[in-house]
DNA sequence: ATGAACAATTAACTAATTGTTAATCGTTTA
DNA sequence: TAAACGATTAACAATTAGTTAATTGTTCAT
């Protein structure tokens, strides 16, 4: 009794089977503002959506038209659904080998007017210099980023509004308790641009006062000093310049100060 | 140009669809051993698999048979993937309104050797009492709780290893970093119970040490005593009982003591 | 009754960390 | 040459953590 001799009375004609499979990705990067020379940036947190275009690639009607919606497409056979978000990132923005995480599956009956048809849903963040050269595709009328306050006003396509309310709080999450902000920074970063990056989903006091935050970041475990490097693009005197160590770090709620 | 005209446009036999969509559930359950009256417990961790029968319903021989393998099924064009591992966690254990929740899909090409099968992972808690009264159906042999140390050695059907690997990954941190304790324990509870649910899955000092847990549990936000409520479950002197207050807790990994 | 046993709780103390304000440093720029 | 300013260090009181020890409340064996 072989798997091989199971394989052979497997039919799946036999049932119902879902219409089409898709990969969605919330692109996320940090626009970040540098008021002066020689000063900490201000950052913002930003998401990327595309218009959908009146037409599709074959000149019809295109589903859902004029919405704002999430880059994504069709995953293919001869792929996984992750694959299919990095090769749709690829296409929408020109930007490979950078952070992506699947963060849910949205399969509601009745969600796509076209059948049944699941999405994958996953975030990536990309540096904003990588948006510049992104480029509108058949099926994208134009591209646009939204801030995280203003992008649930629009209105979107689909069940997105959904999807984007869970990306939002993921990568909230995310950011303040992994150390997925090594993505938006560059390898080496300062104190200062590192808060910069967490105030952007914390009010935490923690970490807006620069004295805690920079004797903070000299005891954190997943975080060290790169010895001699320093910076001037933050402040005129020399900063010093930090990087990430790649452990993960879980840390109990029940053990944390309130 | 209305969703109308666009629909009647679309086809999706046009290109390939996925041959099946189903969903895994990973049941945890702890058990817990009281080695005598009137002592704190002892708790284990623990998974619940089931061994795949040779033979399905249909009397064919089954695919992947005699193999560990996480309970699920096929989801219905009719329900979500959520849905359906609520349904199948029902029919498995008899357990319904519980905690489920999703982490992942899987959907590695060639990951079922039936076709192109697409899988939702979601763990579930379930009570260690409901498991009780579990029973076998047709395509499940046999049932049986497995503690985390012993479960990955095992011989697991399709690419259960790596689910399963996830899966208890992720009710680690979670049992760390949110409150979904509180569906591994009663309503009210003592704070010897909340730590030896914790110690199945730390070693944290801060929380293996009594005097410094139970000092804590009364300064964290998300838990409060219930005035007057005691019991003598644990000790023999009577114990104050706590429940979780609903409230999500975020705390960053940046303000955390090391 | 009496005391041993034991989990829960409180006390007490030292060490470490936090929030805060103020001072100092290094460099640019007017 | 000094003002400006971000980075860094100092200093200190307040809070919290880790630890050991003592106390409390109850059961149970004698």
Same mark, same amino acid.
């Given at each position: 009794?072989?798997?091989?001799?199971?394989?052979?009375?497997?039919?799946?004609?036999?049932?119902?089977?879902?219409?089409?499979? +898709?990969?969605?990705?919330?692109?996320?990067?940090?626009?970040?503002?540098?008021?002066?020379?020689?000063?900490?940036?201000?950052?913002?947190?930003? =998401?990327?959506? &595309?218009?959908?275009?009146?037409?599709?690639?074959?000149?019809?009607?295109? &589903?859902?038209?004029?919405?704002?919606?999430?880059?994504?497409?069709?995953?293919?056979?001869?792929?996984?659904?992750?694959?299919?978000?990095?090769?749709?990132?690829?296409?929408? +923005?020109?930007?490979?080998? &950078?952070?992506?995480?699947?963060?849910?599956?949205?399969?509601?009956?009745?969600?796509?007017?076209?059948?049944?048809?699941?999405?994958?849903?996953?975030?990536?963040?990309?540096?904003?210099?990588? =948006?510049?050269?992104?480029?509108?595709?058949?099926?994208?009328?134009?591209?646009?980023?939204?801030?995280?306050?203003?992008?649930?006003?629009?209105?979107?396509?689909?069940?997105?509004?959904?999807?984007?309310?869970?990306?939002?709080?993921?990568?909230?999450?995310?950011?303040?308790? +992994?150390?997925?902000?090594?993505?938006?920074?560059?390898?080496?970063?300062?104190?200062?641009?590192?808060?910069?990056? =967490?105030?952007?989903?914390?009010?935490?006091?923690?970490?807006?006062?620069?004295?805690?935050?920079?004797?903070?970041?000299?005891?954190?475990?997943?975080?060290?000093?790169?010895?001699?490097?320093?910076?001037?693009?933050?402040?005129?005197?020399? +900063?010093?310049?930090?990087?990430?160590?790649?452990?993960?770090?879980?840390?109990?709620?029940?053990?944390?100060?309130?």
């Amino acid at each position: 009794m072989s798997n091989q001799e199971a394989l052979s009375q497997y039919d799946s004609s036999l049932f119902r089977t879902p219409d089409g499979y +898709t990969s969605d990705i919330a692109v996320f990067t940090i626009t970040s503002h540098q008021l002066a020379e020689y000063t900490p940036p201000k950052m913002t947190l930003k =998401l990327m959506l &595309i218009k959908r275009a009146l037409l599709n690639a074959e000149g019809q009607t295109n &589903i859902e038209a004029g919405k704002w919606a999430l880059p994504g497409g069709f995953v293919q056979a001869a792929e996984s659904g992750f694959e299919a978000a990095e090769r749709e990132l690829e296409e929408e +923005t020109g930007v490979s080998s &950078i952070h992506i995480k699947h963060f849910g599956v949205y399969d509601k009956p009745g969600r796509d007017p076209r059948g049944w048809i699941l999405t994958n849903a996953h975030y990536a963040i990309v540096p904003e210099h990588s =948006l510049v050269k992104r480029k509108a595709n058949d099926d994208a009328a134009e591209v646009e980023l939204f801030s995280i306050d203003e992008v649930l006003t629009l209105e979107l396509a689909f069940d997105h509004y959904d999807i984007i309310k869970e990306a939002i709080n993921r990568i909230t999450n995310d950011l303040l308790q +992994t150390t997925v902000a090594q993505n938006f920074l560059p390898n080496y970063f300062t104190y200062s641009e590192l808060q910069a990056l =967490l105030l952007t989903v914390t009010k935490d006091p923690a970490i807006s006062s620069d004295q805690s935050f920079a004797r903070k970041i000299k005891t954190l475990p997943f975080i060290q000093a790169v010895p001699g490097e320093k910076t001037q693009r933050t402040s005129k005197s020399p +900063t010093q310049l930090y990087e990430f160590v790649d452990i993960d770090v879980v840390k109990p709620i029940y053990t944390a100060r309130y």
